[in-house]
């Protein structure tokens, strides 16, 4: 992985965007290599990616290998590992802000990145992420309820063309097929509550 765009990083002073820059990149380094002609720091990726097909410093044009490539010193990883970053799902709506060295345990466990939102359930839906659009609850939730409410719609006139009866008559007639009749009333009531559990959630959104 390249660097971290600095604009990720909460409180971010102009020293610490400098001084951990990746000169390749030009993002705040990740996982770090010092390169010994010149002690600047590298990005790991871009570092390898770089001498793969070069054998100089980008730097300073030095000769340079990969067993010329050292670790940094403490201090440096100890400044990284607290620097605040928003998470990698931010655009998804993700509002935590976390140390650096945190980054990598939330992001496996984060809703935002797993596609559900962890206040509403709802699928964050592929056009969120792509038209970068903050997930909007309400939205979603709404969506949901629509969605539901055109199945059971369709799922009606179904059961009218099937049978030539509404819902509320069917129970006087006898000559339907019970089983298909069984099923599609299982699945309107499904749906129904569904629909129900899904207005319950709506409500208990704060805006
Ligand atoms: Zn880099
Ligand atoms: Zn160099
Ligand atoms: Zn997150
Ligand atoms: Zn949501």
């Known amino acids: 992985m390249p660097g971290f765009p600095s ?50 410093c980008p730097y300073d044009r030095s000769i340079l290998n990969t067993t010329q490539l050292a670790k940094p010193p403490r201090i ?50 592929e056009s969120d992420e792509s038209h970068k659009s903050v997930h909007n609850c309400v939205q979603s939730l709404l969506q949901l309820n629509r969605k539901s409410n055109q199945e059971i719609e369709s799922l009606k006139q179904t059961l009218l063309s099937n049978t030539g009866v509404t819902d509320d008559q069917i129970g006087d007639y006898m000559l339907l097929d019970v089983n298909q009749y069984k099923s599609l009333m299982n699945e309107m009531k499904a749906l129904k509550e569904e629909n129900a559990i899904t207005l319950e959630r709506l409500e208990r959104q704060e805006y």
């Open 7 to 56: 604009e990720r990083f909460v409180n971010l002073s102009e020293w610490e965007r400098n001084e951990l820059l990746c000169s390749i990149c030009q993002d705040v380094v990740n996982s770090p290599l010092v390169a010994q002609c010149c002690l600047q720091t590298f990005c790991r990726d871009c570092i390898h990616e770089w001498l793969n097909v070069r054998n100089t």
């Open 76 to 125: 440096l990883l100890n400044i990284l590992a607290k620097l605040e970053i928003r998470c990698d799902f931010a655009s998804n709506g993700c509002q935590e802000v976390l140390k650096l060295e945190e980054l990598s345990q939330h992001s496996l466990k984060c809703y935002f990145g797993s596609g559900f939102c962890e206040k509403c359930f709802c699928l964050i839906s």
